[in-house]
């Protein structure tokens, strides 16, 4: 293989690594892994197995699903809202007023660019507003 | 062993019928405890899932015990994002250790692994000499420098806003004590010599979302003016205690900014850019910001007026914290307790910890612990004794030497943030006798 094909491979797969691990741009990290668990066993962890290589490696962030109030929006808003991050960003709220929650939603898609067509964020805000506020929250 | 001889039907002596009244008045006298102690045994319940719409009455955040990786159980707030809040306990070391050390990231995308063959700080932008450095370089090649700095969210003790705001419900426990090692940032400016009309120094680790770019939700970037005299404090550090970096508060190195809020302590911090321009990304012009007045104090209604101005969120007020006892036991009266907590200030070295037991009337000197360092917690220690049963309240107040004194009124603005009203601790005194 000539110099230049290999150096022309070379740049195609710090490319391809680049594009792998999205904004990051550098093939040095393995983003997050979550796993499932359960809230209420809290067993001891088994220590975890260690290489002597360069890889620091850590095992799997534990994701928590909370349990959302039943009612009309439920599936909605779990779906949209887990997107980016876990549900536990409303369950942790104190009851907030429903402004509060309008604005909530409001932020997400205008600040933070999360793509949710008008029809969801109405069924959403509704859904939060109707379980969530000091009046509806139990 | 031998049976006991059968008693004779219906010969009841003397004696059994006296140690039968005995039996029954020992009963009645315990009637009420062995009642308590019948409703101890159905266990001790979990506290609510959710507290407000008033403020959170307990100290720490009311999230479950959660084990997360490298980390002792700790409170969860939310688990993707990571965000865990430390248990009070662990603040009656003056050195928070790294397993207990809470946990604050913003977005999901986070390191479960990091190469330390590919990995390199990054220093770019408006410089002279762009560099790049592998561990084994920041170790080897530049001075090495240790602080003990109190990491403190900006939005700790967010939960005791009224009325309450959205954002993470963090008890007082979203804030950790280090000595942080590692190579000094000016070092790092200085060996990439920052280009004339050089305005602002950039930070990013490696977190990252799933939002569109541009926006706040794809990356977590924080900016410091490069004539900030807080830099020449800052530490690109790769040791905490003593040991690596747990994964979850920032390994490989992460940027402690001492007296400052944790938004600027950038973690697995990988990208140091010179800026010729002020950062206006999310994290700079739009969050973390807090009002330009006395304690960055506003009001709802002043919010909604739109008239607030506001500037990014900088040092961290004077605070002090009872730790123990920590009022979930009760204390016989006349028995000498010996009251620990913690003290600091982002602005100057803790002067003074004083106490109250009489609803902020008088105080008393608390007796300081050892020095660390002036961005440190502080230790201290004050002798108490409770005379009478009954229910009392301590109050705890520290006072840095710029001048700064806790007070006893609360703070509110639209981010939770700054909190520092006195701490005050409730205790059930019962009878010795």
């Known amino acids: 293989m000539g110099p230049t094909k290999c150096s022309l491979i070379t740049v195609l797969g710090i490319a391809l690594?680049?594009?792998l691990v999205g904004g990051i741009g550098l093939a040095q990290v393995e983003q997050a892994h979550y796993a499932p668990a359960t809230l209420g066993?809290?067993?001891?962890?088994?220590?975890?197995?260690?290489?002597d290589d360069s890889v620091y490696q850590i095992s799997a962030y534990p994701e928590y699903t909370p349990e959302l109030a039943e009612g009309e929006g439920r599936s909605e808003t779990a779906s949209r809202c887990a997107l980016c991050h876990s549900t536990r960003y409303i369950t942790m709220q104190p009851p907030l007023p429903a402004a509060t929650w309008d604005a909530e939603v409001t932020k997400m898609r205008k600040t933070f660019g999360a793509s949710i067509p008008d029809a969801s964020a109405a069924l959403i805000t509704k859904y939060l507003k109707s379980h969530y506020t000091p009046e509806t929250r139990n | 062993m031998a049976n006991p001889p059968p008693a004779k039907p219906c010969a009841i002596s003397r004696r059994s019928l006296l140690s039968f009244f005995g039996i029954a008045g020992g009963a009645l006298a315990f009637g009420g405890l062995a009642g308590r102690l019948s409703a101890a045994q159905k266990g001790n319940p979990a506290v609510r899932s959710f507290t407000g719409p008033e403020e959170n009455p307990y100290w720490n955040s009311i999230g479950p015990y959660v084990s997360e990786p490298q980390k002792s159980p700790l409170l969860l707030l939310t688990d993707r994002g990571v965000q865990l809040e430390t248990p009070r306990p662990y603040f009656q070391t003056a050195i928070t250790p790294n397993h207990a050390f809470y946990v604050r990231w913003h977005l999901e995308s986070i390191p479960t692994a990091v190469d330390l063959k590919s990995w390199r700080l990054q220093v770019e932008g408006n410089v002279a000499k762009s560099m790049s450095y592998n561990l084994a370089e920041l170790m080897n090649q530049f001075p090495q420098e240790s602080i003990v700095a109190v990491n403190q969210c900006s939005g700790n003790s967010r939960s005791r806003f009224q009325p309450r705001v959205p954002g993470g419900q963090w008890g007082n426990g979203?804030?950790?004590?280090?000595?942080?090692?590692?190579?000094?940032?000016?070092?790092i400016l200085r060996a990439s010599a920052p280009k004339a009309g050089s305005m602002q120094v950039q930070f990013q680790g490696l977190e990252s979302g799933a939002g569109p770019e541009g926006y706040g939700s794809h990356f977590f970037q924080k900016s410091v003016d490069l004539d900030n005299p807080v830099l020449d404090e800052c530490i690109v550090a790769y040791a905490m205690n003593g040991e690596p970096l747990p994964m979850l508060n920032g390994f490989p190195v992460r940027l402690v900014v001492p007296g400052y809020f944790a938004t600027y302590w950038m973690k697995c911090l990988t990208w140091i850019r010179v800026l010729d321009k002020v950062d206006e990304n999310f994290w700079m012009k739009t969050a973390y910001r807090i009002p330009d007045t006395p304690r960055g104090n506003t009001s709802p209604e002043d919010?909604?007026?739109?008239?607030?101005?506001?500037?990014?969120?900088?040092?961290?007020?004077?605070?002090?914290?009872?730790i123990s006892p920590d009022g979930g036991a009760k204390i016989p009266a006349g028995m000498p307790v010996q009251v620990h907590g913690v003290a600091?200030?982002?602005?100057?070295?803790?002067?003074?910890?004083?106490?109250?037991?009489?609803?902020?009337?008088?105080?008393?000197?608390?007796?300081?612990?050892?020095?660390?360092?002036?961005?440190?917690?502080r230790s201290w220690e004050f002798a108490w004794t409770p005379k009478l049963p009954g229910r009392y309240t301590l109050a705890v107040r520290a006072s840095d030497s710029a001048g700064n004194v806790q007070p006893d009124e609360p703070v509110w603005n639209p981010g939770g943030y700054l909190w520092n009203r006195i701490e005050h601790q409730e205790y059930a005194v019962g009878a010795a006798e």
């Open chain 2, 303 to 322: 919010v909604k007026g739109g008239a607030v101005k506001t500037i990014p969120i900088n040092r961290m007020p004077v605070r002090s914290f009872v």
């Open chain 2, 174 to 187: 979203a804030m950790g004590n280090a000595r942080w090692t590692g190579v000094r940032l000016r070092d």
């Open chain 2, 344 to 377: 600091f200030s982002g602005y100057a070295s803790v002067t003074k910890v004083d106490v109250s037991s009489d609803g902020l009337k008088t105080w008393q000197g608390a007796r300081l612990g050892e020095d660390l360092g002036r961005y440190s917690f």
């Open chain 1, 41 to 51: 066993q809290l067993e001891q962890p088994a220590p975890a197995a260690l290489t």
């Open chain 1, 17 to 19: 690594a680049a594009v």
